[in-house]
T-cell receptor, first 113, second 117 residues
C-alpha cells in the first residue's frame, strides 16, 4: 500500500471550511484514497473514498489531483463536533484481498469557536 | 451506532493474566478485524477473519490469538499480559473479504479498554 503524508495538526474556525491535505505520491493505479476520522478514543468512522474523480457525500468532499499524487478532504462547514484525528489511507479495493486498513498518524483537526 | 458491539467496555487486570475480548459484527457482515490502539503506537492492525477463516495477519503477538465462530462473532484472547498490552482494542466488520463491491467501509465498534496493572 502506498504511503501517505499528512500534517500532524490543523486548526479551523467553526463554520469555516476545513481543508485537510494528504500526499500519496507513490499511489498505484488501482489504489483508492480512503478517509476515516476518530473522535477522541471512539471507534474510527468512515468518511469518504475515491479513485480519481472528486467525490461528495453528506459528510465531506474529496478532491483528488489529476496525477492522483495528493488529495484534499473538505469539511464544508466545520463544527466543534468535527474535532478529531483524520486519517488518509491508500488501499487497493479488491474482492479477494483482505480489506485491512493501515492507519498512519493522521491529522489532528481542532475546530475552534 | 455502527452496529458493531464489543464487550467488555473496560477491563482491569494484572500482569500475567489472560483476558478475552468479544466482538459481534454488524448483522450480515462476514469479515471481522481487530485493531490495537496504544498511546505510543497508534492504530495497529492485528488480524482479519472472514466467515470463520483467518484472512490477514498484522502485528499480532504470539501471546494473542483470535477466532471467529459460526455465528460470526469473534473473540480476541490475550494471555500472559504485560503492562505494555494496556490499550484500546477495536473490532471492525465489513460485508466482504476486501473493500470492493460495497462502500469500502469498515464499521468500528466503540472498543474495549484494557488496563494491565
Amino acid at each position: 500500500d502506498a504511503k501517505t503524508t499528512q500534517p500532524t495538526s490543523m486548526d479551523c474556525a467553526e463554520g469555516r471550511a476545513a481543508n485537510l491535505p494528504c500526499n500519496h505520491s507513490t499511489i498505484s493505479g488501482n489504489e483508492y484514497v480512503y478517509w476515516y476520522r476518530q473522535i477522541h478514543s471512539q471507534g474510527p468512522q468512515y468518511i469518504i473514498h475515491g479513485l480519481k474523480n472528486n467525490e461528495t457525500n453528506e459528510m465531506a468532499s474529496l478532491i483528488i489531483t489529476e496525477d492522483r499524487k495528493s488529495s484534499t478532504l473538505i469539511l464544508p462547514h466545520a463544527t466543534l463536533r468535527d474535532t478529531a484525528v483524520y486519517y488518509c489511507i491508500v488501499r487497493v479495493a479488491s474482492y479477494n484481498q483482505g480489506g485491512k486498513l493501515i492507519f498512519g498518524q493522521g491529522t489532528e483537526l481542532s475546530v475552534k469557536p | 451506532d455502527s452496529g458493531v458491539t464489543q464487550t467488555p467496555k473496560h477491563l482491569i487486570t494484572a500482569t500475567g493474566q489472560r483476558v478475552t475480548l468479544r466482538c459481534s459484527p454488524r448483522s450480515g457482515d462476514l469479515s471481522v478485524y481487530w485493531y490495537q490502539q496504544s498511546l505510543d503506537q497508534g492504530l495497529q492492525f492485528l488480524i482479519q477473519y472472514y466467515n470463520g477463516e483467518e484472512r490477514a495477519k498484522g502485528n499480532i503477538l504470539e501471546r494473542f490469538s483470535a477466532q471467529q465462530f459460526p455465528d460470526l462473532h469473534s473473540e480476541l484472547n490475550l494471555s500472559s499480559l504485560e503492562l505494555g498490552d494496556s490499550a484500546l482494542y477495536f473490532c471492525a466488520s465489513s460485508a466482504k473479504i476486501g473493500l470492493a463491491g460495497g462502500t469500502g467501509e469498515l464499521f468500528f465498534g466503540e472498543g474495549s479498554r484494557l488496563t494491565v496493572l
